[in-house]
């Protein structure tokens, strides 16, 4: 399951004022964004509060900070199962060239490069489709011819020229690994996908290999509610189909042993007895890959409350399996926002006030809404799948049984969205696509606090609301599972952003908040989105579907009451929101319905509803928004270089951790390749 919101990017880019409603003044001093290239750009993020930390906590937060880095290779193994030797190949090239450097094609081939690190691979990290380098494959072959051969990473036996005709065809044949992950129901999904979860099966075969298991699992009495398939990679070999588990002695284990190594120097310096609990049967669980153990660290995790330090790392997220069971590794590691928590804490704390007046239908609310705890953090190290791009607010885990019965930990990561606004100011985005003055004005004045509250309501509220119907598997909703439930997060959030409880709470200044997150959303939803979609293409990643669903639902049902109204003027399309009171309404309306469809596992209508709404553009709106988009020249994804953790002795004794922003993406990412690779560029996947 998916349970992280990804910043559209260009809805932040246009807060300029802080919560407190005074104007925030651009940093200078501080460089957010270093570059910009294809349709990425980097930034950077500062660690706020790192000073008020103890030294025993810095020393954890740096021990995990290395646990994050170690499982780096991890992550581009699971993307495709060649990504470390076109990365291992791409870099000895950088190192190796000795010709011109300052030519239109190295700088592509620069391109391309920085391109695989900010995508963990040869897929674009978004759209999930393969990219390619902007340069013939003869040159890349003179490139190539440069480098050493005991430099490159040769089979055993292989000429230069053979190498260089299987790297060239892995690169440049739009053939081989078009896609990472395909969600075509109409396909085999397992076969479309270029993801190292499977190999040699089919969809089908994998479907009932799990099946198989649990039911047998069921015969046996043994434990049913474990996460299946998740940290292993399926494998048909000889006609038998088995598991390669990742664990300690089993597959990607050279990294793992790493991982293991900073975990234990980590489970030294805990701060509180349950921090220690949790980490020590994480640790177990890399050593035994028991998926029983994996539930007990989550439940562990979760009763983690009064450490500041938190962190994730492992096989968390399945946004990249088609059928979402196997999981990407990422760790992200973090600090409480000792101020700003005070928010969610207020949230958290009415969890039951918004679950009991949700607009959904009694059978499928919480009777009582169990545990659930947010709160504000700032990230001191990315990692894994979650490094360079991250997500901004995290809801976990994932496995529904627990948080049924033991609640979920959402967070949202302040300093993240910080640096998006302050990289952002002032790029004319909300200039061209705002319909007005007034919405421009309302957004500089509450978009800040519109965004962060939401992420807050989705998170903390949107996830843990609702219930199955006994008997409803929570996996009904196959691959349009992951839309309808990023959408049943949102709408939730989305009802009560304009529910005046939230003025009663001290939450919002005034309704204005509301009223500014819904002229962004419906913008976003039906409009600006479509910025990040190349021209011809649909609608696929989950969280844009799921916004282009709540968008484009509403407009239809509020066409007969003018609630939300497309607009022209000077051939440009505008959308405008006449009647917020009826859009929070459809809002309401949708959630229930989302809600009935999930709660009662009904396949069909939520397909419907997804098929219908969410995946189909129209291409001479898309066509529009790309045009008015490329004037403004701003690249749609961010993705961050991470702060260095140094720590300084005196005379033996760890006396302080410093930290420095280092402003060099590809510096940082070939220290990462150089420090921190720990499998081949053969990854012999067993
Ligand atoms: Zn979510």
């Given amino acids: 399951m998916k349970k992280m919101i990804y910043l559209i990017v260009a809805m932040m880019m246009v807060m300029m004022v802080a919560c407190n409603g005074t104007k925030k003044e651009k940093t200078d001093e ?8 294809a349709d990425l750009r980097v930034l950077r993020y500062q660690i706020p509060g790192w000073d008020e930390l103890t030294l025993k906590q810095k020393e954890l937060v740096y021990y995990l900070s290395q646990a994050a880095l170690c499982g780096r290779d991890i992550t581009y193994n699971q993307n495709y199962k060649n990504n470390l030797l076109v990365r291992n190949t791409l870099e000895a090239i950088y190192k190796n060239y000795k010709g011109d450097r300052s030519t239109q094609d190295f700088s592509n081939f620069l391109t391309y490069l920085k391109r695989v690190w900010f995508s963990n691979g040869i ?30 990473p040769l089979k055993d036996g292989q000429t230069q020229e053979e190498f260089t005709e299987e790297i060239t065809t892995i690169i440049f044949d739009p053939e081989v690994a078009p ?38 699992d069921l015969k046996a009495g043994n434990n049913t509610r474990i996460s299946y398939g998740l940290n292993s990679r ?7 189909i088995t598991e390669q588990v990742w664990k300690l002695n089993g597959m990607y284990h050279p990294a793992i042993e790493k991982i293991l190594y900073w975990l234990e120097k980590a489970a030294t310096v805990t701060e509180t007895p349950e921090q220690k609990a949790a980490l020590d049967k994480l640790i177990e669980f890399y050593e035994t890959g028991d998926l029983v153990a994996f539930d007990d660290y989550s439940i562990l995790w979760l009763n983690d409350q009064n450490s500041d330090i938190d962190f994730i790392n492992g096989f968390i997220e399945t946004y990249g399996d088609p059928l979402s069971m196997k999981a990407t590794w990422e760790s992200v590691v973090n600090f409480k926002d000792k101020k700003a928590t005070e928010r969610t804490i207020i949230l958290a704390g009415n969890a039951q006030y918004f679950e009991d007046n949700s607009p959904v239908d009694p059978e499928f609310k919480k009777k ?52 998006y606004d302050q990289s952002s100011l002032g790029n004319g985005f909300l200039e061209e696509f705002a319909w007005s003055p007034e919405e421009i004005q309302r957004q500089r004045e509450y978009g800040f606090l519109a965004g962060n509250l939401t992420t807050d309501m989705h998170e903390c509220l949107g996830h843990a609301a609702g219930q199955l119907l006994p008997g409803t598997s929570p996996d009904a909703m196959k691959n349009y599972h992951s839309t309808l439930e990023e959408a049943r997060a949102d709408l939730f959030a989305l009802y009560y952003i304009m529910d005046p409880k939230l003025m009663v709470l001290g939450l919002v200044p ?25 021209p011809g293409k649909d609608v696929e ?11 484009t639902w509403c407009y239809e049902k509020g066409k007969e009451k003018n609630i939300i109204e497309l607009l022209e003027r000077d051939g440009k399309t505008y959308i405008r929101i006449n009647d917020y009171e009826g859009l929070r309404n459809l809002f309401g309306e949708l959630l229930n319905k989302i809600q009935r469809i999930k709660s009662t596992g009904d396949y069909e209508t939520g397909k419907e509803l997804v098929e219908t709404y969410a995946v189909k553009v129209d291409q001479e709106l898309h066509n529009q928004m790309l045009k008015r988009y490329k004037k403004l020249n701003i690249a749609p994804y961010g993705g961050f270089i991470n702060p260095v953790l140094t720590p300084v002795f005196q005379d033996d004794t760890l006396s302080d ?27 012999k996947n067993d």
């Avoid at 951790?657 to 990854?683: H, W």
Wanted: glycine share 6%.
């Fill in 30 to 37: 501080f460089k957010w964004q270093t570059e910009q290239f």
């Fill in 541 to 551: 990643e989950s969280h844009m579907r799921d916004r282009k669903l709540i968008a």
């Fill in 234 to 240: 399926l494998v048909k070999k000889e006609g038998e």
């Fill in 368 to 419: 009582e809404v169990k545990g659930v705890s947010a709160k504000v953090i700032n990230v001191a190290q990315l990692g894994g799948d979650c490094d360079p791009t991250t997500p901004i607010g995290i809801n976990l885990p994932n496995a529904e049984w627990i948080r049924k019965d033991h609640g979920s930990k959402s967070v949202t990561m302040e300093n993240i969205t910080y640096a």
């Fill in 123 to 152: 897929h674009h990290h978004y759209s999930m489709d393969k990219f390619f380098p902007d340069i013939q494959t003869d040159y890349f072959t003179t490139l190539l011819m440069d480098v050493p051969p005991e430099q490159l």
């Fill in 510 to 534: 005034s309704m204005e908040v509301g009223k500014a997150e819904y002229d962004n959303y419906i913008r976003n939803g039906y409009l600006t989105q479509l910025v990040r979609i190349q």
């Fill in 657 to 683: 951790i410093l930290v420095t922003y280092p402003d060099d993406f590809t510096g940082q990412m070939m220290t990462y390749s150089n420090e921190f690779s720990y499998l081949p560029a053969r990854c």
């Fill in 179 to 216: 896609k990472r992950v395909s969600l075509d129901a109409s396909t085999d999904m397992v076969e479309a996908s270029a993801c190292n979860f499977y190999e040699g099966v089919t969809q089908q075969e994998a479907e009932d290999f799990y099946a198989k298991k649990r039911s047998d």
